[in-house]
């Protein structure tokens, strides 16, 4: 399976042809608007860096060789008083598995564990404040055992959201030699795909 990070939450998951993009955002400081082609758009939930469908630009229908599951979790630590539900979307192609956990704000329960599964990566928000914080997705990725994890939906000047934080902090918890930072914003999830990857924005100097 083949990604390609688009900026803040939004990636564009690719098998055989077929294209979907999840969390299309628009507004989101220093990000230019969303240029892309994709057979499906999905969000994780209804707020306005996630759920720009209406900014991608449809394709005309195919047969999708993703299987997609879904399990519901909260915006927040309070069950979704704060800021709502959250969908967690389970990506199954070409033999992986890639879990884009939105914006994830608890731990999850055991529960919610059970139907997410084994997953082969996990696509976690890192920058805190609307979402777990650095210390939280790594407790996060740490109880669904992914062997690969990226992280997403953090600040990086001057792309994001203003009052969140940087991915440094994340990066920090994990040994050095599990890090590696892409020179661009693709690549390809394998059953060998494995550490901590960090796609290049692909108008980041």
């Known amino acids: 399976m083949k990604l390609t990070w688009l900026g803040h939450a939004c990636f564009l998951l690719e ?37 720009a469908v209406d900014c991608v ?12 599951r879904e399990v519901e979790t909260c915006h ?14 389970i990506f199954t192609a070409g033999g992986v598995s890639v879990a884009h956990l939105g914006d ?45 994890v990226i992280p997403m939906h953090y600040r990086h000047a001057p792309y994001g959201l203003p009052n969140v934080a940087g991915v440094e902090g994340f990066l920090a918890l994990w040994p050095a030699e599990q890090v590696r930072r892409l020179d661009g914003p693709s690549f390809d999830v394998t059953k060998e795909t494995g550490g901590v990857l960090v796609p290049r924005f692909l108008n980041e100097e």
Not at 79 to 86: D, F, I, Q
Request: with cysteine.
């Open 104 to 148: 994830l704000g608890h731990q999850l329960t055991a529960g919610q564990l059970a139907a997410i599964g084994p997953v082969d990566a996990v696509l976690v928000p890192v920058g805190g404040v609307y979402t777990v914080d650095a210390a939280g997705a790594k407790a996060v990725c740490d109880a669904l055992g992914a062997r690969c």
């Open 15 to 51: 098998q055989d042809g077929y294209r979907i993009v999840t969390d299309p955002y628009t507004g989101v400081e220093g990000y230019p608007p969303l240029d892309v082609f994709a057979h499906e758009a999905v969000c994780s939930h209804h707020h306005f860096d996630h759920d």
């Open 76 to 89: 927040d630590e309070q069950g979704g008083a704060l800021r709502g539900p959250n969908i967690v979307r």
């Open 57 to 68: 630009k449809p394709l005309p229908r195919a047969k999708s060789p993703f299987a997609v």
